[in-house]
């Protein structure tokens, strides 16, 4: 397997653009996470699939942002309208949960302008 | 709410040494514990998962621990190399129905030759 597979790799963008990342996970995977990294505060978890159903959204900032996954191979984060402060790097992470090896994409660049 | 604090942020060492990193966590009610490696610009890699019922696992010149009681895990790394220069990062997986990996914010290890 090619392992977790994120896109694009870096994304530079207006403020009020809209932004979507995407992600596919390993296959046979039942698990798929979101997560934000920041110098400030580290790796932050967005949101939580399990069996492409969302079961944790809690760590989504606000309205602008929403995650989809209508297939077990494919998953999209969405940020509408994006402002400067998303500017990040977002992580894709699958994991054949509960407790096994969680897995990391390359993580997609985010810059807001 | 599960806290996971690394300690220290941030640690240099020659070349050839011995070093322990250390991750504490506030709830002992977890499946496992994850220790990751990240290079500059790169995604995160698993480098050892330890179950709640297990102490220790090794992988090569790694030697992770766990004393679930306690709230704490140390990643023991031998005989440094300049090539172990990363952020190395722990993250637990509670019990908790629904709930994905919680990350520390990570040790950056410098290793000098």
């Known amino acids: 397997d090619a392992g977790v597979i994120q896109s694009p790799r870096h994304e530079v963008t207006e403020m009020g653009q809209e932004v979507t990342l995407r992600c596919k996970p390993i296959s046979g995977h039942n698990s798929l996470f979101w997560y934000r990294q920041t110098m400030m505060r580290g790796l932050e978890l967005l949101i939580y699939f399990n069996n492409n159903v969302p079961i944790d959204d809690s760590g989504m900032p606000e309205d602008r942002f929403s995650a989809k996954m209508p297939n077990a191979s494919f998953s999209t984060l969405k940020i509408q309208p994006s402002e400067p402060r998303d500017s990040a790097v977002y992580f894709c992470?699958?994991?054949?949960?509960?407790?096994?090896?969680?897995?990391f994409g390359q993580g997609t660049r985010l810059t807001v302008v | 709410k599960q806290e996971v604090t690394q300690i220290p942020a941030a640690l240099s060492v020659p070349e050839g040494e011995n070093l322990v990193l250390n991750c504490s966590f506030t709830?002992?009610?977890?499946?496992?514990l994850q220790w990751f490696r990240q290079d500059p610009g790169k995604g995160l890699t698993s480098l050892l998962l330890?179950?709640?019922?297990?102490r220790e696992q090794t992988s090569g010149r790694l030697n992770a621990s766990l004393d679930k009681s306690s709230g704490r895990s140390t990643l023991y790394i031998a005989a440094s190399q300049p090539g172990d220069s990363a952020t190395y990062l722990c993250?637990?997986?509670?019990?908790?129905?629904?709930?994905?990996?919680?990350f520390g914010k990570g040790t950056t290890l410098s290793v000098s030759s």
């Open positions: 992470a699958s994991s054949f949960a509960p407790d096994s090896e969680a897995f």
């Open positions: 993250a637990v997986e509670e019990l908790q129905a629904g709930t994905a990996l919680i």
């Open positions: 709830d002992s009610a977890i499946y496992n």
């Open positions: 330890i179950q709640s019922s297990q």
